[in-house]
């Protein structure tokens, strides 16, 4: 009994190589010896978690440093314009937010709330007008914008040098041609919190749920730059459980509450949740089942306190690669 089960333990283990260390044995052996009956052997993780919010608080230190020093050395700060069409009251706290971050960092912020019926036109000529100014470095149009905006118009219009949510197709395209300029905040995020594992994602098996512009493809582009193999799911997939099954790096991304069943986790794997829900009591949660999904990963990010926190920590990064450039430092 005590040998098989050793032997079970020794398989588990060599399949799950990279994790190996991360395992933790709650229930261990149950044997004979231990125990009088024969129940099952039992052996458990219980993941560590991916704290983004310690994350992105370490790396706006570590920013809030560096642009000082570039202040001091250039004689101007950083600068990010915001701007906001319509009255979305989340679009409004997540400009709040970001108007914040900037100017904890001693960014210059420029910030912009125009009314729902601002036309195309207009939008547009205030892009243009901040895409001249030498004062600004990043341009940030809120999302989503009134349905008489065409987005991707807006988006475009913005200079890829000034374009620090990293969604301009130009920026998509360094990102795919493996020489990233601006990177797109989210999936950005999500590799600083991969990072955090300590592990080498090269030849991991990789399965994206969501195949989003602005989440899902720059994240599937990004796992790839990292020589991690790429499987992204969308709602077109069949048997979803099936590649989670065989995932060692989930990315949660579908917009779907509780998507993701904790049994479908691969003991060990990397479980990213980028999926933000309001539950009726207000609290938040993800796309992954956390509870279940916890007992069966190694590592995996809470909601809140996990991606979303990093995702306007990589905003303010951007905007201080964008600087640089344009300072020629
Ligand atoms: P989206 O609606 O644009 O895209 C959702 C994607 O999921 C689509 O590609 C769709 O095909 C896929 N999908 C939907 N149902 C599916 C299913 N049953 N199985 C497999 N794939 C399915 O959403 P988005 O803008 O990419 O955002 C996704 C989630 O991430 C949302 O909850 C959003 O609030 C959250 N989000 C969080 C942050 C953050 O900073 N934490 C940033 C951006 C988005």
């Not at 809470?302 to 990589?314: C, E, F, N, Q």
Request: proline content about 5%; overall charge positive; charged content about 20%.
């Amino acid at each position: 009994m005590k040998y098989t089960i050793r032997k079970h333990m020794k398989t588990s283990l060599r399949n799950f190589a990279p994790f190996a260390v991360k395992v933790t044995i709650i229930a261990g052996i149950v044997g004979s010896e231990a125990c009088c009956n024969n129940a099952p052997t039992m052996m458990t993780t219980t993941a560590e978690i991916l704290d983004g919010k310690a994350l992105a608080n370490r790396l706006r230190e570590e920013l809030r440093k560096e642009a000082a020093e570039l202040i001091q050395k250039h004689g101007r700060a950083p600068g990010l314009a915001v701007i906001l069409v319509g009255d979305d009251p989340a679009s409004h706290v997540y400009v709040r937010n970001k108007k914040s971050g900037c100017e904890k960092m001693g960014f210059s912020s420029f910030s912009f709330e125009l009314p729902a019926n601002t036309s195309q036109q207009h939008l547009l000529g205030l892009i243009t007008e901040l895409n001249q100014d030498p004062k600004v470095d990043g341009i940030l149009v809120q999302l989503p914008v009134p349905a008489h905006i065409n987005s991707e118009t807006i988006l475009e219009a913005i200079d890829p040098g000034k374009d620090v949510d990293g969604f301009h197709p130009y920026n998509i395209g360094r990102l795919i041609a493996r020489k990233p300029a601006l990177r797109s905040c989210t999936p950005y995020g999500c590799m600083k919190l991969l990072e955090e594992t300590g592990l080498d994602l090269h030849g991991m098996e990789s399965v994206i749920v969501g195949a989003s512009n602005i989440v899902g493809r720059p994240m599937a582009m990004e796992l790839l730059l990292a020589g991690a193999t790429v499987t992204v799911c969308h709602r077109f997939t069949r048997n979803l459980q099936a590649h989670i099954e065989r995932a060692d790096i989930v990315v949660a991304a579908a917009g779907k509450q509780g998507l993701i069943q904790g049994e479908w986790i691969k003991p060990g794997a990397i479980v990213i949740d980028v999926g933000i829900h309001r539950r009726a009591n207000g609290t938040l949660t993800g796309d992954v089942a956390f509870d279940s999904a916890s007992k069966r990963a190694g590592w995996i990010t809470p909601v809140p306190g996990g991606v979303g926190p990093m995702t306007i920590t990589m905003l303010l990064a951007n905007t201080v690669q964008a600087f640089k450039t344009h300072v020629g430092d």
